[in-house]
């Protein structure tokens, strides 16, 4: 027979159930993404953004979740296979780093009249600030 479990309660056990289950599709991901091989520091960052685009297909968490569930499935990983805290702790600020990235809020290219003034501060590319 069921048991009656009351409402409060089914609330706080669903995104646990939730989590647990995209935690576990991750890994799986994370499993095809390695094949044979395993994490090393050379194939960290690709396969960090792969797990972060593949988490985005998990619609019904958020952002906070979505980073949850990969640090869950990196700490899964790491236990199981690979007993290295560093990776760890390496894998947050990462992927705080990559979702500015994506939003724009990072820049990789640094236009030149930027480089010139912060190198040179009388400099400019348009030919202001010129010394006499």
Do not use: H, W
């Not at 995209?22 to 050379?42: A, M, Q, R, V, W």
């Not at 792969?50 to 700490?75: A, C, P, W, Y």
């Amino acid at each position: 027979m069921p048991k009656n479990i009351p409402p409060e309660e089914k609330k706080t056990e669903e995104p646990v159930n939730v989590i647990e289950k995209c935690t576990n599709d991750l890994y799986k991901d994370l499993e095809n993404i390695l094949g044979d091989g395993s994490l090393t520091p050379i194939n960290f960052a690709t396969t960090c953004i792969s797990l972060m685009q593949n988490v985005e297909s998990f619609t019904n968490l958020r952002g906070l979740e979505k980073k949850d569930v990969i640090l869950r499935v990196f700490e899964k990983y790491i236990a199981e296979e690979q007993p290295d805290d560093i990776v760890l702790n390496i894998i947050p600020s990462f992927i705080d780093a990559m979702i500015s990235v994506d939003r724009g809020e990072i820049s990789i290219k640094i236009k030149p009249e930027k480089c010139l003034a912060a190198c040179f501060g009388c400099v400019s590319s348009k030919g202001k600030n010129k010394r006499k």
